[in-house]
């Protein structure tokens, strides 16, 4: 461990890491951040594997955060090619503290101080100020902000003003140019914070790139998803999909008391002679709800359709039975192609071998018509509908007597809707008709509203 | 004891485990910190031959606990024998009426019974379950409790004294402490999330497939007569057929079987039509075939 420079400057590199980590999205706790110092003894830093897998295997609990995991190391301790090489550097660099506190003559406190004043300043900055500007805009624009609060006595700038009165001091009991002594160590001041500045804000970007370029894709309203970017949606989608499942799956769970649980009950009672004293219950079995998921497959809202079906199934085993359609204005029931298929293939089939055609266009009324002819089994008092669709009817009978027995039938009918609410009724939408009868006709732009409606969908159950 | 990571791969490699750098790490750290390990990842990926092989490496006594729902505390932690407390007290009658002969008033016979009692509820009574024995054992061992995520999240509560501070508290007897701390390994195929507060007290392991080269040497110990050009073909083309979209992936033990089966046939090479016939074996769903004989001239070369 010849080339790290020390124990605490270790230390600030792996607080600096866990900030990366939280900066993308990780949660870390407490208890985390100790044993992960706990296991550090045990291991020698300088083998990579260990080392990141020590990092991992304390840090990181919950499994889909993994890969976000791996990239925060890789870009955090691993610039170049020789990883050994790049984690004695990383921890090299903190040295660069020391350097600050030499150069300046500021004692630690002032030093610590002075930085902790500018993380608190970078903190406050809006994330755009922060990406656009340079380290060097962004110290002046804090220097600006010292000066202001010297004017007005703070305590910060009271500091500085401490400081270059020193300056002065020590320059003017000694040789004639003390100007530019004094110039020459402001600057190197300078130097030294914009370093600092630089390492604090690219430790800041690494995380915050990883989560903003998640955030970018989950608020991108659908219909302008590139295919470059549909491939990076759909791991976003599986990572993302098991969140939500994860997190609803925890909640439904904590629903109690059923039917007696007559084996722990009379086991209990041998305590009292026989008598059952006290009663258990059983848990009440989740109730999972039905799902008749109807999805409009025409060009217009294509996309939306594969990301809701995508969801959907990475859903299932929150529902007790899922039934999916496709239509265009022929309806087709699609389901068996997700029983044998994993689901991104059988999105991929769906086009293959099935007519979804009649005539020319999406016509709901046709499709609706045809839903309660061929599939109404498919509707229970436990069924929730979903349909996603624009409603833009093309000027074809709404079929609305179908549509209000879909509704009759059926627990609750969700309508998702990709057009914007003031097209509802525009041209050839017919949304305004449905959505009289729908229990709530949603807007959904980007993928985060998708995920948001099906979480909102287990709360009301 | 392992000593180091590399010493941590050698004697799990003497159980016939091969464990990659990862692996051993955290297991390294779990035994070190006194922690408990929670194992996720795919079905099949040796997550529970994981634990009885660290039991088996350091000699130490495996307490299995197979979770399933419903599974409550008198059959994970203890249990009052009911049976023998009643049989004892039928049986001691006469001592018990000896006792009590000289107390001329009700309230000082229960005094005098109530003196006595703690002997009902004592450890002769108390019925060791997987977890207490684990804790209460004189020598270290290891707690598999397998399959966490099939039992209730009320249990994962009970599991919570038991992972931070390795005690047992019985309300009748007192707290009582392990003197050797076991090392508890919990695994999981997420069938539902754990909770914070238990994933908190664990280091995480996830297992995943193995890399190609870890996967062969796999084999060749598993199944040492499966000669060397067969089972890099055979490892090749299972990474090949991992990477389609399948329903479900074949797993370790699925190339395992498939490797058995072709030295089984006396085939000493996959050939392509040798291999699409014996897909049945590594793939469960008929679709997944289809699209593995699809791709045929991708995953097999020749």
Redesign the interface.
């Known amino acids: 461990m010849e080339t790290v420079t020390g124990g605490s400057a270790i230390q600030d590199k792996l607080y600096e890491f866990m900030d990366v980590l939280r900066y993308a999205g990780v949660s870390i706790s407490t208890d985390e951040v100790l044993s992960m110092f706990n296991a550090m003894p045990h291991i020698s830093l300088m083998e990579k594997t260990v080392f990141r897998q020590a990092l991992k295997t304390t840090l990181v609990k919950d499994y889909t955060d993994i890969p976000v995991f791996e990239r925060c190391f890789d870009e955090f301790f691993c610039g170049g090619e020789d990883a050994q090489v790049d984690i004695a550097n990383a921890f090299r660099d903190m040295a660069s503290r020391d350097t600050l506190r030499e150069r300046t003559g500021l004692n630690r406190e002032e030093t610590d101080a002075l930085e902790e004043a500018f993380a608190r300043f970078i903190d406050s900055l809006p994330e755009e100020l922060l990406f656009e500007r340079s380290p060097e805009e962004l110290l002046n624009l804090f220097l600006d902000e010292l000066e202001q609060a010297e004017s007005s006595g703070g305590g910060m700038g009271q500091m500085l003003f401490n400081v270059r009165s020193q300056y002065r001091q020590a320059a003017g009991s000694g040789a004639p140019g003390s100007d530019e002594e004094y110039n020459r160590r402001l600057s190197e001041l300078m130097n030294a914070i914009t370093a600092r500045a630089g390492k604090r804000l690219s430790s800041e970007k690494i995380g915050s790139r990883i989560s903003t370029r998640e955030d970018y894709l989950l608020h991108k309203p659908i219909y302008k998803i590139t295919p470059e970017e549909i491939r990076e949606m759909r791991e976003l989608i599986k990572r993302f999909g098991q969140k939500l499942k994860n997190r609803i799956s925890l909640r439904k769970r904590r629903v109690k008391h059923g039917h007696i649980d007559i084996k722990r009950t009379l086991r209990t009672s041998l305590q009292y002679g026989g008598v059952p004293f006290k009663i258990f219950r059983k848990d009440r079995k989740m109730d999972r709800p039905q799902l008749v998921v109807m999805c409009d497959v025409s060009g217009s809202v294509n996309q939306y359709s594969r990301f809701m079906l995508l969801l959907t199934y990475t859903l299932q085993s929150l529902f007790s039975k899922v039934r999916t359609f496709a239509f265009i204005s022929n309806i087709v029931e699609i389901t068996p192609l997700f029983m044998e298929m994993d689901p991104e293939r059988a999105l991929g089939s769906i086009f293959e071998d099935t007519n979804f055609t009649y005539g020319w266009g999406s016509n709901y009324g046709r499709t609706f018509d045809q839903f309660i002819k061929d599939y109404s089994d498919s509707l229970t008092s436990k069924t929730t509908v979903l349909i996603l669709g624009d409603g833009r009817n093309n000027h074809q009978n709404p079929g609305m007597e179908s549509f209000i027995r879909i509704k009759d039938r059926s627990r609750n009918l969700f309508w998702l809707n990709p057009d914007r609410k003031h097209l509802w009724n525009w041209n050839d939408s017919i949304a305004y008709l449905y959505q009289e009868h729908c229990d709530e006709m949603k807007e959904v732009n980007n993928f985060l509203d998708l995920s948001e409606f099906i979480d909102k969908l287990f709360l009301d159950l | 004891m392992f000593d180091s ?1 590399k010493s941590t791969i050698e004697g799990l490699a003497c159980q016939r485990y091969i464990a990659s ?2 692996i051993a ?2 297991v ?2 779990a035994l ?2 006194e ?1 408990p390990i ?1 194992v ?2 795919p079905a099949g990926v040796g997550k529970t031959e994981l634990g009885k092989c660290i039991a088996g490496a350091l000699n130490m006594d495996l307490i299995r606990l197979q979770c399933y729902e ?1 599974l ?1 505390e ?1 059959k994970a932690l203890y249990e ?1 024998e ?2 023998k407390q009643l049989l004892y007290t039928q049986i001691l009658k006469d001592k018990l009426s000896a006792i009590m002969k000289h107390e001329d008033t009700m309230a000082k016979a229960v005094e005098r019974l109530s003196r006595e009692d703690d002997v009902f509820f004592s450890n002769k009574f108390l019925l060791p379950r997987p977890i207490l024995k684990a804790i209460s054992g004189k020598n270290r061992s290891v707690l598999l409790i397998d399959e966490i995520d099939k039992s ?3 249990f994962e509560a009970f599991l919570l004294e038991v992972l931070s501070d390795f005690q047992v508290t019985i309300p009748e007897i007192g707290t009582i402490q392990a003197d050797v701390k076991p090392l508890v390994f919990l695994t999981s195929n ?1 069938a ?2 754990m ?2 507060a238990l ?8 297992i995943n497939y193995p890399t190609r080269e870890l996967e062969e040497r796999i084999v060749s110990l598993k199944v040492p007569e499966c000669g060397g050009k067969l089972r890099s073909e055979i490892v090749q083309a299972v990474h090949k057929i991992r990477e389609l ?3 479900k992936e074949p797993s370790i033990s699925e190339t395992l079987d498939w490797a058995r089966a072709l030295v089984i046939l006396g085939i000493d090479d996959l050939t392509r039509d040798t291999a699409i016939e014996t897909l049945n074996l590594i793939l469960k ?4 075939i289809e ?1 593995a004989k699809q791709n045929a001239a991708n995953i097999f070369l020749h």
């Open positions: 990571v750098e990862e790490t955290t390294y750290l070190k910190m922690k929670l996720e990842g419903g409550d008198s009052w009911y049976a209730d999240s009320e997420n539902r999330e909770s914070d994933k908190r007290r664990c280091l995480h392991l996830y979209q399948l329903k769903y008929e679709k997944d699209l």
